[in-house]
């Protein structure tokens, strides 16, 4: 999007909207982290103070930031002084290896490495090579950490950068095709997303927020929405379904934040029936694919609370959203969409020539406006390639209906070409979790002589539910078809997850590809 030549025009920020979140009555609550709180006033200064810390280390605006950190409040204060100081910064993945991260902190000229010490600290001992500055939250035995440091700063507020056509932010893919790709965005991008979110989630009046994955993520794009409505964020270090119930009833929490294979786990928790969770008003999910009878599930145990949404990396969370209201078990086919697109983003389904698919037929999803990525670092072929005839190519392949609604059948790369005949995972998937001894369930593609990929199951049973085989592959049988049906079921106690709570194909694929056995 061509910015206007004329400054009345320009945006704003995403420095700028930070100042505005942080100018809530200063005696409310911003921050609840196990017993430690914060107030909006405490916040606004520590804020102000860690940016000062920050230019006494060396850093200014424009200069490049890595984050590793964990669901600490201490990340949080940190990651608004960093918007506010105008650092363009990127978060690392807690997960990742030692060599993924060099290979990112090189890749993207990080200046400076911010690490909560408290859970990385050998990983920081291991990356301080690869930057200039390494800065600790906490104290080390041998310097005081960032906010030590901060605390001795002034709190008075500064300017913030008014440019809204810098690159703020680097966003890297996940790399399970190759080495990850740094996502360039503009602070437009980010202003869009939080104005798109702000018109369409159903929010609380006042969010009370509990952060069930990493901040580093997904999880934390909704902080700065909850602070501009003077919500209350608080923070689950590690999620656990316990845990969650425990303080949904103790905050009396009305929003959050989850992956499928959470809700997943916490409709097979007793904690969900010894707890008070009438509080919560509105669940946003997202992230992967959801099975349409496990939701239907959530929806008669928690309640008509929930709101999917969909988005990805190069046009973060506001592709499309399906609302509360259509979580309708009278109209269960919707619980199988993500939803329509959010208002402000152009989308269209394309077929291999760039041609609008027909109604109820598949395509790839490929939209356009001021969501997106300005493209990749250092990447510009690849850059060409995910713009190619004037749209953000997503990869994921999709039917809509005639309402509008969105049904995502798979990752383009995730779809398994067995006997000639295109197979989507989510789909078998949704139709194994549908059987009364499935607990969780993955599809995956190996090679196979005879069909060129054949299609494989791996099932976690219900607990105490005897489950066979031949059983699941009837099920598919009757339900999909020959195509759809896996050639082989393999059980397994549970499922590799990644960081952020998918289901690790990737692992799953490797793991099959050097066994043979029949168990995982």
Same mark, same amino acid.
Request: net charge negative; charged share 20%.
């Given at each position: 999007? %061509? ?20 100018? %809530? ?12 709180? =914060?107030?909006?006033? %405490? ?23 890595? /984050?590793?950190?964990? #669901? ?29 991260? @060099? ?19 050998? &990983?920081? !001992?291991? /990356? ?35 440019? *809204? ?80 119930? @425990? ?5 009396? +929490? #009305? ?15 007793? $904690? ?11 669940? /946003? ?16 145990? +928690? ?20 609302? @509360? ?23 269209? =389904? ?27 670092? #250092? ?18 392949? $999709? &039917? ?15 779809? +398994? ?11 078998? !998937? ?6 009364? %001894? ?5 599809? +995956? ?11 494989? $199951? ?7 539910? *005897? ?6 592959? !009837? ?10 049906? *896996? ?12 960081? /952020? ?7 799953? @694929? ?11």
């Amino acid at each position: 999007m %061509q910015e206007s030549g004329n400054p009345v025009h320009a945006g704003i920020t995403v420095a700028e909207l930070v100042v505005r979140a942080l100018m %809530q009555p200063a005696q409310h609550v911003a921050i609840t982290s196990g017993d430690e709180q =914060l107030t909006y006033g %405490q916040l606004r200064d520590k804020c102000w103070q860690v940016v000062r810390a920050l230019q006494q280390a060396g850093l200014s605006k424009g200069d490049t930031a890595a /984050l590793l950190f964990g #669901n600490r409040l201490e990340a949080v204060v940190a990651i608004l002084a960093v918007q506010l100081l105008g650092l363009k910064y990127l978060s690392l993945h807690p997960l990742a290896s030692l060599a993924d991260h @060099r290979f990112v902190l090189e890749d993207a000229g990080v200046k400076a490495l911010f690490v909560d010490n408290s859970r990385y600290a050998q &990983r920081a !001992e291991e /990356l301080a090579s690869s930057a200039a500055i390494v800065l600790s939250l906490y104290d080390t035995p041998d310097t005081p950490g960032l906010m030590s440091t901060a605390a001795s700063c002034d709190t008075r507020p500064m300017p913030v950068s008014d440019n *809204p056509q810098e690159v703020f932010r680097l966003a890297y893919t996940g790399g399970t095709t190759g080495r990850s790709k740094g996502i360039r965005h503009t602070h437009r991008t980010t202003i869009t997303m939080i104005m798109q979110m702000l018109a369409t989630y159903e929010w609380p009046a006042t969010p009370r927020y509990l952060v069930t994955t990493p901040i580093s993520h997904a999880a934390g794009s909704l902080l700065l929405p909850t602070f501009l409505k003077g919500g209350t964020v608080v923070l689950m270090e590690k999620y656990d379904a316990a845990a969650f119930c @425990r303080l949904v009833e103790q905050h009396h +929490i #009305n929003l959050t934040f989850m992956v499928p294979t959470q809700i997943y786990g916490l409709l097979e928790s007793p $904690a969900v029936s010894q707890h008070d969770l009438s509080s919560l008003a509105l669940v /946003l999910y997202g992230a992967a694919p959801i099975a349409p009878v496990k939701l239907a599930q959530a929806i008669e145990t +928690i309640g008509p609370v929930f709101g999917q949404l969909y988005g990805q990396a190069e046009a973060p969370m506001t592709i499309a959203y399906l609302s @509360r209201k259509d979580h309708d078990l009278d109209r269960p086919h919707l619980l199988a969409s993500c939803g329509r697109p959010i208002p402000g983003t152009r989308l269209g =389904l394309f077929d291999d020539q760039m041609q609008p698919v027909p109604v109820g037929e598949v395509g790839e999803i490929c939209v356009r406006g001021p969501l997106l990525m300005e493209g990749y670092l #250092n990447r510009p072929e690849e850059t060409e390639k995910v713009f190619a005839g004037g749209w953000l190519h997503t990869g994921d392949m $999709a &039917r809509m209906d005639e309402e509008g609604y969105l049904y995502l059948v798979d990752r383009a790369k995730d779809m +398994i070409i067995s006997g000639g005949f295109n197979v989507y995972p989510s789909e078998v !998937e949704a139709c194994l979790a549908q059987h009364p %001894q499935v607990a969780m369930c993955a599809v +995956i593609g190996v090679p196979d002589e005879k069909w060129g990929e054949k299609v494989t $199951a791996i099932v976690v049973p219900k607990e105490g539910e *005897p489950c066979t085989e031949q059983a699941l592959i !009837e099920h598919v049988m009757q339900h999909k078809g020959a195509v759809d049906t *896996p050639k082989q079921v393999i059980f397994t106690e549970e499922l590799p997850l990644t960081a /952020l709570g998918k289901i690790d194909k990737k692992t799953l @694929r490797q793991q099959f590809w050097q066994t043979d056995n029949r168990q995982i």
